[in-house]
């Protein structure tokens, strides 16, 4: 009985040990089952932490953090994970901060090919769930000053015959400012 359990793990983990692992960046075609696209470069590392945009009563703040072979359909994947705060005058408009981690409002790990300082994660704003957005991060680093470009699109709308979903559309964060690192 214990040499067939020995078998059983020993299969397990060489099974496990032949997944394919790619560079985040590369785009393999059919990933096989079990793949693993990781961060062997550690390029998301840099936009991890604390962002913040500031500016005439208006504050917007963005936590990120890496999260290692999330896994995704069927295959595992690095990401940034994240979530967001906007308070204008005052007034919190919206902070997600309150949403554990895996129902980020702020997720991915889409590289722009050719540019490791960029790249671009979905975007979720919890009372706008008709929107379907994407937002490109740039990062640079002038002069020790990390800033990341913050560039917010609406890809499209997610259609719902549910009479209770919001109808809004408009976004309630910025689309366009620098965040500088905390």
């Given at each position: 009985m214990k040499s067939v359990l020995l078998l059983i793990i020993f299969a397990v983990v060489s099974f496990k040990s032949q997944s394919p692992v790619y560079t985040l960046g590369q785009s393999p075609i059919n990933k096989p089952q079990n793949s693993y696209i990781k961060d062997t470069n550690n390029i998301l590392n840099k936009f991890e932490g604390t962002w913040k945009y500031s500016e005439n009563g208006k504050v917007f703040t963005i936590v990120l953090q890496k999260v290692e072979m999330v896994f995704i359909i069927d295959y595992y994947k690095d990401l940034l994970k994240g979530e967001y705060k906007y308070i204008n005058n005052?007034?919190?408009?919206?902070?997600?901060?309150?949403?554990?981690?895996?129902?980020?409002?702020l997720t991915g790990a889409k590289l722009w090919e050719g540019n490791a300082n960029k790249i671009t994660l979905f975007f979720d704003d919890p009372e706008r769930p008709k929107m379907s957005c994407e937002v490109t991060l740039t990062y640079s680093n002038i002069n020790g000053i990390e800033k990341l470009h913050w560039d917010l699109k609406l890809t499209g709308y997610v259609s719902s015959r549910d009479p209770n979903m919001s109808q809004a559309t408009d976004f309630r964060v910025p689309t366009n400012v620098e965040l500088i690192k905390q």
């Open positions: 005052g007034i919190t408009i919206v902070d997600t901060s309150n949403f554990p981690l895996l129902k980020s409002k």
